[in-house]
């Protein structure tokens, strides 16, 4: 159904929530506009609430629409993406939420949905609206607390995969190995027209003119061009082919893991309690430490980046342990300089992230931050 050219979403959350038709009337109203942007490109978004007897349950939409003229280039993306979110929250995400909760771990603190469908004409996701739960969008340049809290939040996913697929055992090899048919992750561009091999040299041609008018100290934008200088296209896409063939040690991966796909809620005196990850579009499965190096470039306070990358990597590493050892009472099977390994790595795959999408350089808040992180973490790790 559709109102003024959009989708008339009131049939389908009258069956969810069991609403008459006269009820759906007078129950579902709209809490704000339709969004669509920068908070997230690939679908639509609209906040409802829905009354139900003497409560009110807060939803948020997320949305494609295949008869819309408006998505413009983006429509094959959507098509390619939007059901593959559906299929991380009605598959995976109940999966290794059951796992947690049957091994006394808790949850993983993944955003409740109510419901995910592939329609004819697009998608529909309908989950809790985070921020009537008191969640919020972290910041650009996260502080320490902060980018702990969301590490911590990645990490108890990964657990969770891990114990997943010990439980399983062999049946489970398939979809949760290395080569599972969704070890693609942010590589599922090739199920479209374009690819990460061929959108990176147009990248690195618009990256290495603009980057500099983000910057003001000349010794930074020395490393980077040093950097770029040093045969870059040719090591590119050896990052771009490991991330695709090597998965000796794998786990859940993201692939779009920045600010904007991070809600806290904080404490009284503004401290992060706790974080949901949000916009699973390009999950996929894929090296353990695939999403650190883009978190980190895009989303930490340059100030504590050098610094706290490596502690931050080893709270993350020990809390997939902790979790993994109280989950089967065995000690984790991936050694800890493998993780740190892999993490350091994961920053190259950061920076091709950042060439790549160089288009979107305009988009993020803080791309002076940013190129500063990129700059500091080539000189102090030896990129």
């Not at 969301?150 to 949760?176: D, E, I, M, N, Y």
């Not at 870059?232 to 695709?244: E, M, T, W």
């Not at 009284?268 to 695939?290: M, N, Y």
């Amino acid at each position: 159904m559709e109102t003024n050219g959009q989708m008339d979403f009131r049939a389908i959350l009258s069956r969810l929530f069991s609403l008459t038709e006269d009820e759906a009337d007078r129950c579902i109203a709209s809490a704000g506009e339709e969004m669509t942007g920068e908070t997230g490109f690939l679908s639509y978004r609209r906040r409802l609430k829905v009354k139900k007897g003497d409560s009110t349950i807060n939803v948020f939409l997320k949305f494609s629409d295949t008869t819309r003229q408006d998505s413009g280039e983006l429509k094959e993306l959507m098509d390619c993406f939007c059901p593959r979110e559906c299929l991380f929250y009605g598959t995976f995400a109940p999966l290794l939420e059951r796992t947690a909760s049957q091994l006394g771990l808790g949850s993983i603190g993944l955003p409740t949905v109510h419901l995910e469908m592939v329609l004819p004409t697009g998608t529909l996701i309908v989950m809790e609206d985070l921020g009537e739960a008191g969640f919020e969008l972290a910041p650009a340049t996260m502080n320490v607390a902060e980018a702990r809290c969301v590490l911590s939040s990645l990490a108890r996913v990964q657990a969770a995969f891990w114990l997943t697929k010990a439980r399983l055992g062999s049946p489970a090899s398939g979809l949760f190995g290395p080569q599972s048919p969704l070890s693609d992750g942010f590589f599922a561009l090739s199920a479209t027209k374009k690819s990460m091999d061929e959108l990176l040299p147009a990248g690195f041609e618009l990256f290495r003119r603009e980057f500099a008018k983000y910057m003001t100290c000349d010794k930074r934008i020395a490393i980077i061009n040093g950097y770029l200088d040093r045969d870059y296209l040719k090591k590119a896409q050896q990052v771009i082919k490991s991330g695709q063939e090597e998965r000796e040690v794998v786990g859940i991966t993201h692939s779009d893991l920045w600010y904007n796909n991070c809600m806290l809620s904080r404490d009284a005196s503004g401290q992060p309690v706790e974080c949901r990850l949000i916009d699973w579009q390009v999950f996929g499965i894929g090296r353990l430490t695939f999403d650190l190096g883009p978190f980190w470039i895009s989303s930490i306070d340059n100030a504590i980046a050098v610094e706290q990358y490596l502690p931050c990597v080893e709270l993350y590493d020990e809390t997939i342990r902790s979790l993994y050892k109280t989950g089967l009472q065995q000690e984790f099977p991936v050694s800890k300089e493998t993780i740190r390994k892999q993490a350091v790595q994961s920053l190259n795959w950061g920076i091709t992230w950042l060439v790549t999408f160089a288009e979107m350089i305009p988009v993020l808040r803080r791309i002076d931050n940013v190129l500063n992180n990129v700059a500091d973490l080539i000189e102090h790790f030896g990129l």
